[in-house]
């Protein structure tokens, strides 16, 4: 298994602005990814991170709005780019041995509030 | 159709009681099986995995997936209070995990 350390916990943020949330993984894992979760929803599939080149999106996601690095194997960052009220939700990341048996262990979340 | 389909409850029972949580599925290429466990503030945390059709047991929790049927459950024996959570299952697609959108339960003491 692996153990993964998000941070902020939590933030409240002005209309506007941007966050910056860290992922770090206790040991090097094949795959990371970002989730979001609103309240009482499922996870949704933000992106797949990945070490040293620009990071796999889902439809509906864009890179100018959700950039992510990955510059190595235990870490990788999520910003949130000129946030609005909607993008108030609970941002989560993972990390996986990827290939047939793609196994995730999430971090903790960083619950995010935009007034 | 949704690729995974999950009754979001909630889902109330006596403590001690015997929990089913269910999940129908339409994409037969999927090939594992998750359940996770999230509580309320807190992280999805994996449970149980699974690979092929059958059973497979740990501790008071037993995962069956039937893939003739594509339907998977989770069975909780002897529920306590502190099982009280979000359980979502999940299975493994092109590297990507699909979420069901999980089940609230809630053990009454």
């Known amino acids: 298994s692996a153990v993964i350390s998000q941070k902020p916990s939590r933030d409240i943020c002005q209309r506007g602005t941007s966050l910056t949330i860290q992922c770090q993984v206790d040991?090097?894992?094949?795959?990371m990814f970002w989730y979001r979760q609103q309240p009482g929803q499922s996870l949704t599939l933000i992106a797949t991170?990945?070490?040293?080149?620009?990071?796999?999106?889902e439809s509906g996601f864009v890179i100018d709005k959700f950039p992510i690095s990955r510059p190595n194997l235990t870490f990788s960052t999520l910003t949130v780019s000129n946030m609005s009220p909607e993008d108030s939700s609970i941002y989560l990341c993972?990390?996986?041995?990827?290939?047939?048996?793609?196994?995730?262990?999430f971090g903790a979340g960083t619950r995010l509030s935009v007034l | 159709q949704k690729e995974v389909e999950q009754d979001p409850g909630p889902l109330s029972v006596p403590e001690g009681a015997i929990v089913s949580l269910n999940c129908t599925y339409s994409n037969s290429a999927f090939q594992y099986f998750m359940w996770y466990r999230q509580y309320s503030r807190k992280g999805p945390e994996l449970l149980m995995y699974?690979?092929?059709?059958g059973n497979k047991e740990d501790g008071r929790f037993t995962a069956q997936v039937d893939k003739s049927s594509k339907y998977i459950s989770l069975f909780i024996r002897d529920s306590q209070p502190s099982d009280s959570a979000t359980y979502l299952c999940a299975m493994d697609r092109d590297d990507k995990i699909i979420f069901g959108k999980g089940t609230r339960l809630h053990i009454l003491p």
């Open positions: 699974t690979y092929s059709s």
């Open positions: 991170a990945n070490q040293g080149s620009e990071a796999t999106y």
């Open positions: 040991s090097q894992v094949t795959m």
């Open positions: 993972s990390g996986g041995g990827g290939g047939a048996k793609n196994i995730q262990y």
